[in-house]
């Protein structure tokens, strides 16, 4: 079956956000597996999850936890973990985002979501449930994480090549934190990014019913 390529509309017409904001989370942002040695300072990771907490989740649950894994030693334990192919470009990142989600988001609800601090009883009697809220949720949350990192003048290397189960027991024992995804952030080095795949079309992706 052929599958159509996207074609452009002009978007600059439908858009809010200036044509640079637009380039740079979107339209000319690029995954990097390479990187400059350029140092990303905790002011701004501090504004990355400054903008990434602002996005809609279920209940305001918050269930995404970051790790940065900064230092050489943290790094080495979890380039261990990493499949083959990302262990370099791993180990060569400014800095590096574990992304996991907690299943214990319901002992903040209280915080989070006063109105619904009703519920706490029914989702403590039920790990199955904070898991699959906990899971999906995070997963929303990545996808803004990846936007921040963007808006702050980063690229991501997005990256689940990895032995998850290995990287819970080596960072995340003992707590309620269960591994997703890792991301490497930082500036790019020249020629970091293969060349750019194809996106399908508004038609072959979406109904109007």
Known sequence: MSIDIATEIELN???????????????????????????????TLQAVYALTKMGPTAMNIQPLRITWVRSGEARQRLVEHMNEGNKAKT?????????????????????????????????????????????????????????????????????TGMDAAGIDAEFNADTSRTTIMVVNLGKPAEDASRARLPRLSFETATETL
């Open 91 to 159: 180990l060569t990142a400014p800095m590096v985002a574990i992304l996991s989600f907690t299943n214990e988001w319901h002992d903040l609800l209280t915080t989070t979501a006063p109105h619904m601090a009703g519920m706490v009883p029914t989702f403590e009697a039920s790990v199955e449930t904070r898991n699959a809220m906990g899971h999906s949720n995070a997963h929303l949350q990545i996808g803004y994480f990846i936007l921040a990192a963007r808006a702050a003048g980063l690229a991501v290397g997005p990256m």
């Open 13 to 43: 017409d439908e858009l809010i956000l200036d044509p640079k904001a637009a380039a740079a989370l979107f339209l000319e942002a690029r995954t990097a597996n390479a990187w400059s040695d350029e140092e990303i300072s905790d002011e």
